[in-house]
């Protein structure tokens, strides 16, 4: 499954405004480091200074721009469910629902002419093939 991750992820994620590609042996920006067994595929930068959400094999982590860096990590498996954004043009971020509750995942930019097509309907497409791949288990 992490191929699969990370070809889903690279493939949705790589027209974003704020996604980078991590180079193998790469650190995100505010020092996150992947736990043993985990590879890190790459980073989003929420701007102006938002929180950065660091995409890897086996979980998503959103790292607040505090100098504390609190850490929230949704593991990939414990995706159960997402709900679509309320609006097409103003989204800036996703909830998913994990065993654990509601998380909200920022993704703030938008990407394309004039900016028209928010982040977030690119994470949807990411949610989407990771939620439905579970289901199917």
């Given at each position: 499954?992490?191929?699969?991750?990370?070809?889903?992820?690279?493939?949705?994620?790589?027209?974003?405004s704020?996604?980078?590609?991590?180079?193998?042996?790469?650190?995100p920006?505010?020092?996150?480091?992947?736990?043993?067994?985990?590879?890190?595929?790459?980073?989003?930068?929420?701007?102006?200074?938002?929180?950065?959400?660091?995409?890897?094999t086996?979980?998503?982590?959103?790292?607040?721009?505090?100098?504390?860096?609190?850490?929230e990590?949704?593991?990939?498996?414990?995706?159960?469910?997402?709900?679509?954004?309320?609006?097409?043009?103003?989204?800036?971020?996703?909830?998913?629902?994990?065993?654990?509750?509601?998380?909200?995942?920022?993704?703030?930019?938008?990407?394309?002419?004039?900016?028209?097509?928010?982040?977030?309907?690119?994470?949807?497409?990411?949610?989407?093939?990771?939620v439905?791949?579970?289901?199917?288990?």
């Amino acid at each position: 499954m992490p191929l699969l991750v990370g070809s889903v992820i690279r493939r949705h994620l790589r027209p974003t405004s704020g996604f980078r590609v991590a180079e193998p042996g790469a650190v995100p920006p505010n020092g996150f480091h992947a736990a043993d067994g985990e590879d890190v595929i790459g980073w989003y930068i929420n701007e102006p200074a938002g929180p950065l959400v660091v995409f890897t094999t086996i979980a998503i982590h959103v790292v607040s721009d505090a100098k504390d860096a609190k850490v929230e990590t949704t593991p990939l498996d414990d995706l159960l469910d997402y709900e679509l954004p309320a609006s097409k043009r103003s989204a800036e971020g996703v909830f998913v629902r994990t065993p654990s509750g509601k998380r909200f995942l920022p993704m703030r930019g938008a990407h394309g002419v004039d900016g028209r097509f928010p982040d977030a309907w690119s994470l949807v497409q990411v949610l989407r093939v990771l939620v439905g791949n579970r289901v199917r288990r």
